[in-house]
């Protein structure tokens, strides 16, 4: 098979969209099919092949409100002539919304199938930075994407029901794997905790970019918990204003690899308070590694936290029950080791490997759709 793909971030770039890509370029090499990646330029450098896939760049902007991350807009057409050189069988919309649309748009002007896979709440995030009055706006951007493409893939049955609500069809629910060797608990450190905790403190951890529609401000509840050390993992443009909102707060900055997986591994609690998840992959990271998850009740984290098993989950915007649930945590050493053994039992078999192979069964689906409409048109 050949697939093209159209990522809407890329390297050097880290997230879940370009997570989620590479672990995707990966299969698609082992299974020696030919891919290529279509990808906003980046002074900061891109590479030129990744996983034996060529990597095409579009002239990007830096997005206003984050600098660092680049954006891709403008007409179709120079997306037309690299995918045209390729001849795909299938166009892959990594989280469309600027580059996606020129890609959707460019696919249909080649007659190619085009799976486009949701991954990003555009409308909530610009709602949660305040700019709730584009919401309606950015959600008819990706009603436009989406009903143009052959199949829409959604991680989470929570983007399932909103991409419905919408009038967005042809859904499918394609979720993410996890690397549960990499993320394990036996990369649990007692010098790092010793380092971080020197007085011997829980360590209720957060891992994500610091930006606004994460919520990390309601973090502050836990700042008075007694024997509880915060632990910010990741870097982004809300950094420095939340070392003043969170000032008792380790910020380790970025972490990759080992590093995080180590890191990870160390805590006791992981708390992801944003609402806007579509599928938040480091609540499977934390499970895979043995720490329970405290999460709202919105978004991804319904599918992954089994409540009062696995971790907590509590009703958006009630703090004071998240400030309880991580309060009940980390004051019950056998209760938390049970959760994390759950946890990680619950993850194990979440693979790369099946989740890319169900992706390429996706492409296949939508090759035949995308015929079978070809047969009707010159039918009718």
């Given at each position: 098979m050949r697939v093209a793909l159209i990522a809407e971030s890329f390297l050097p770039q880290t997230n879940g969209v370009v997570h989620s890509v590479l672990r995707v370029l990966e299969h698609l090499q082992q299974r020696g099919d030919q891919a290529v990646v279509i990808a906003p330029a980046d002074p900061a450098g891109v590479p030129m092949i990744v996983s034996g896939a060529p990597v095409i760049t579009i002239p990007s902007l830096p997005l206003p409100i984050y600098p660092e991350v680049?954006?891709?807009?403008?007409?179709?057409?120079?997306?037309?002539?690299?995918?045209?050189?390729?001849?795909?069988?299938?166009?892959?919309?990594?989280?469309?919304?600027?580059?996606?649309?020129?890609?959707?748009?460019?696919?249909?002007?080649?007659?190619?199938?085009?799976?486009?896979?949701?991954?990003?709440?555009v409308p909530g995030m610009a709602a949660r930075s305040g700019f709730r009055h584009a919401e309606r706006l950015l959600?008819?951007?990706?009603?436009?994407?989406?009903?143009?493409?052959?199949?829409t893939l959604a991680p989470s049955s929570a983007s399932l029901t909103a991409l419905g609500d919408h009038g967005i069809g042809r859904l499918r629910m394609w979720r993410r794997g996890v690397d549960s060797t990499r993320f394990r608990p036996e990369l649990r450190d007692l010098d790092l905790r010793n380092q971080l905790a020197p007085n011997g403190e829980r360590l209720v951890g957060f891992v994500g970019r610091l930006a606004a529609e994460k919520q990390l401000d309601d973090l502050a509840v836990l700042r008075d918990l007694p024997g509880v050390r915060l632990v910010i993992i990741g870097d982004g443009p809300e950094r420095r204003r939340l070392a003043t909102v969170l000032p008792e707060a380790t910020f380790t900055g970025m972490l990759h690899g080992d590093d995080l997986a180590r890191?990870?591994?160390?805590?006791?609690?992981?708390?992801?308070p944003g609402e806007s998840e579509t599928f938040c992959q480091v609540v499977q990271e934390a499970m895979a590694s043995g720490v329970p998850v405290v999460a709202p009740a919105a978004g991804g984290p319904l599918d992954l936290i089994d409540h009062s098993r696995t971790g907590w989950l509590y009703p958006p915007g009630e703090l004071m029950i998240m400030r309880d649930r991580v309060r009940d945590l980390v004051g019950d050493d056998a209760k938390r080791d049970a959760f994390g053994r759950a946890a990680r039992a619950s993850v194990i078999d979440r693979g790369w490997r099946p989740i890319c192979s169900e992706l390429v069964g996706f492409y296949s689906e939508a090759v035949d759709l995308h015929a079978a409409s070809v047969r009707r048109a010159a039918g009718d």
């Open positions: 680049r954006v891709a807009g403008g007409p179709f057409a120079p997306v037309v002539a690299p995918l045209r050189d390729f001849a795909p069988d299938v166009v892959h919309l990594a989280s469309p919304f600027l580059l996606g649309w020129r890609g959707v748009l460019a696919a249909q002007a080649l007659d190619v199938p085009t799976v486009a896979v949701y991954q990003t709440d959600w008819k951007r990706i009603r436009d994407i989406h009903t143009r493409a052959t199949l890191t990870v591994a160390s805590l006791d609690v992981l708390v992801t």
